[in-house]
């Protein structure tokens, strides 16, 4: 990945972490409650953002692209597909690093980043 | 194909939402449960208003006056042709048209004049104090007297509108008044007709209308004379003895006007449908989901009830609720609410374009299982009228039997007949509670989901 790639991936996957904290709170509440327009819209260009940086090979699942909003999807069915793209987003950042000397790189560039989450789970 | 309760833009075919227009959008064949108050155009911090104010009391105080001056023929003749206004299309009657005060009554109003030393020096400043003074006028009479001092703006104001929303008018005879020489004149003028009568229509202001006018008898008897004065007065009066006490204690009155005044910050129009409360949607929701199937108890009744309800709160302001009704059909009692489809929403104007939908009807069927005789009936129905699109109400998810023969209605007859249960309900309460989508979204979502099921 380039550096610019890098930057983009880290966005998106910032941006992806901040919503799905937001609808797991949400989905606490009022689990079955439907999301406002507004709401689907933003999350939708980030889905649609994360679709092109995981591809066809890191992608959750081959039939599901974007929410349909006239499907009316509740806060809990938006936490829990951002929780599947969030976990596919991790797995390409861990196909994409190196360590060296105990820290973790980009493949292929000096950009430091953090350890894998399943071996930071296994501590 | 018929519409139930026609208002003018249903017959030309002008799709608006009540909510989005200023003025009151006028029925063909009835008049509008709602009456101009006086009051409104004086209390409204509109220079145009206050004007009108202003016109209508001069106006008045004019006739007042003429009668003084013995020209008491003509001043009783013009008071009772100001007496009813029916291109306004205001008040109770079932039919747009009214009757006319009587020579009696309009002597009475004009009296007044003579008899009480306030108004004969100094005339009225709200003079739907006349309420209080004579037996037999009432809001209408008030609401019908303004709206004809007004006419002439009122003219104007039904042209501009028609401009804007592209209603088309005709060359029409209209009686107006002329606060020159004090008569009612037929001017010819261009304005709206009533297709099935050729009657000119007047549109009016949204604002100036409420149920009864901030200054009413009723409101005098209880809240004023019974609290504050009755006492020192002494025995209980019936109407005709209070009304002739307040022409003989004038300051009573104005009291009571003042009083009004100084309140006048609660004085608002009253808005042509009302939402239900939130809480009160939910707690019929829940006795809706709480009621057993069937007709025991009542519970069919009490489902249409509730239902009816919280329906039309609920579709508000997507759907304008137009007529609940009854009706029977083979010796069964089938309720049903019917909704004006203005095309307020992406997918009705859908439905009103592939299905005619120029109206929605929804059936209540309090019933644990659906059965193909209810769909027939429905079916039937939309035969008759209402185009091609229904939705069916009931209490629990339809066999599939039931909602294949829906699939097949349509691949044989291109209709639409939707069915939604208790869970729907349930969504549409949650979400009129939490404002984060219109339970209109619910109705969308089933009809995505049968276009889906649809052959192709």
Redesign the interface.
Known sequence: MTEEEISNFEKIQAQTQSFHDEMSALARK?P??????FKIKFINKALAECNDILGPGYSPFEDFDLFDE???PSSSDVAMMLGQYLSCLEKKRADNIYVRSGYYYWTGTEIRTLMPEKINRKK | MAIVRPRLNDFYNIPLKQEDIDFALPFLDEDIPLYVDPFLLWKIPSQQDNGLHLAVVSAFNAIGNQFIKGKEQEAIQTLIDLTECDEAGLGNSKTRTGKKLGVKASEEILELFKKIPQIKNNGFEHFEEVQLLIQGISKDRISDITCSLIKSFLVDYTLEKCDKYKFPFEKCSVPIFNIQTLKIILEETYLPVNPNTQKPIILVPKRWLRYNPWLNYEDYFDNYYIKDHQKTFGNRLNRVQLLDFNRHNYDMVNAYTRQKVANQQSCVNDPLFTQIPILSAKRKSETIVGLPTGKDQNADRKYEDNMVSVLASMLYPYLDFAQEQSRTESGLHIRDIIFYNNRSYDFLTEIYDKYEATQLVIELKNVKTLERDHLNQLNRYLSDQFGRFGILFTRNAAPKNIYDNTINLWSAHRKCILILDDSDLV?MA??YE?K??DPI??I??KY?QFTRDCPS
């Open positions: 009022t079955n409650a439907a999301i406002n327009k006239d499907e009316l | 969504m949650d979400m939490n984060q989508r979204d619910i969308k979502r995505i």
